[in-house]
């Protein structure tokens, strides 16, 4: 519900601007032309942007280990105002990688994305929480920008990781809605790349699995999953992205033996928080 009225809210200020009721530059507004996200990972005085980012955006359901979601991988996110002004102080709580927390035929619905599985309805014997919003680490800074950084949030250093017992969930997608006040906003490969060149995503090793109604098959890594990868392994398949854990232009013995380092985890395996 809260949800909802945000998106009427946002609707409602973007018809009164193009009425000319409100200054071009309403502080509430983002511009969706100026406004973006950048995957990134490393520091953040000295950041790494595009397809070597991209390669640290991979997770299984526990997040467990130090290669998943590793070296900070976190989306950058920019708003800005119809002039170009950066629109400053807006709510970690209201930038979020929005979820519907499951899919139609389970009775999810709404503007998130429903390839993502998030619930703890179907999928409670691995006390699977609820992910709705995959928040900001921080309110937007002088600058209009944040950081979501996929593993979870360090208080005081945005855009830097610590796992987040609470941030879990299974399924690939591959254009996850990044809302800012209810505005949905584009990506950029790179920070000086076109409007438009990538869209937010996270390799998951949970890809099979989960989207109907039988219980507890969602949120974990088994033979499902591992079939798939073995067989996109073997030369002259047809590559499979979503697979390519390393971003490496090829599905491989490395993804193979990531992937089965990995097998039978769920929200509470190997570890329950």
Known sequence: MQQRWKLLFALAVFLLALSGSLPAAYAGVPDVTQ??????????TTPTEGAAAIANARRCPNDDGIQVLKNNARLKVVVKASDGSPIVGIPASDICVLFNGGTPAQGFSGVGDDSVIANFQFNQAANC???RCVQADAATDGTGTTYITWIGSTPGSPG???????????????????????????GKLTTGSALGSYTAHVKSLDS????????NQGETVNALDINPVQAAAVPGHAYQYQLDFDNSGTVNSVDLNFIKAHNNHKCNVPTVN
């Open 35 to 44: 406004s973006f996200f950048v995957p990134q990972s490393g520091s953040i």
């Open 160 to 186: 830097v990781g610590t796992r987040d017992a609470s941030r879990k969930w299974g399924g690939y997608a591959g254009d996850i809605p990044v809302m800012v006040l209810g505005f949905k906003l584009q």
């Open 208 to 215: 099979v699995g989960g989207r109907t109604t039988q219980t």
């Open 129 to 131: 929480p609820d992910v």
